[in-house]
Nanobody, 124 residues
Framework: QVQLVESGGGLVQAGGSLRLSCAAS????????MGWFRQAPGKEREFVAA????????YYADSVKGRFTISRENAKNTVYLQMNSLKPEDTAVYSC?????????????????WGQGTHVTVSS
């Protein structure tokens, strides 16, 4: 079992930055690829970014490429999402997820464990 707790969400003006954190329980954090997904009101959950187990590979949705950066610290059981140049359309609940696979990291079905999410609101 892996428990995930997100933090760092909030209200920010367009053009601003936020850094989300996701702390994982357990001693097997490095056995999991990690992903960030988001869900805006009335919309489906969508992929944002993912990182491989050792942090060597990262993946981004086209909508956030060049603005968001995913990273992880396995010694701290934590994955981060640095979000810069935020836009109103980035407003959503952001959730982190953990999965044992090395492929299909853009697909939410590849993940076994999910956090409760943290709200991000970007005002114009």
């Amino acid at each position: 079992q892996v428990q995930l707790v997100e933090s760092g969400g909030g209200l920010v003006q367009a053009g601003g930055s936020l850094r989300l954190s996701c702390a994982a329980s357990g001693r097997t954090f490095s056995s999991y690829a990690m992903g960030w997904f988001r869900q805006a009101p009335g919309k489906e959950r969508e992929f944002v970014a993912a990182i491989s187990k050792n942090g060597g590979s990262t993946y981004y949705a086209d909508s956030v490429k060049g603005r968001f950066t995913i990273s992880r610290e396995n010694a701290k059981n934590t994955v981060y999402l640095q979000m810069n140049s935020l836009k109103p359309e980035d407003t959503a609940v952001y959730s982190c997820a953990a999965g044992p696979l090395v492929y299909g990291l853009r697909d939410k079905t590849s993940y076994d464990y999910w956090g409760q999410g943290t709200h991000v609101t970007v005002s114009s």
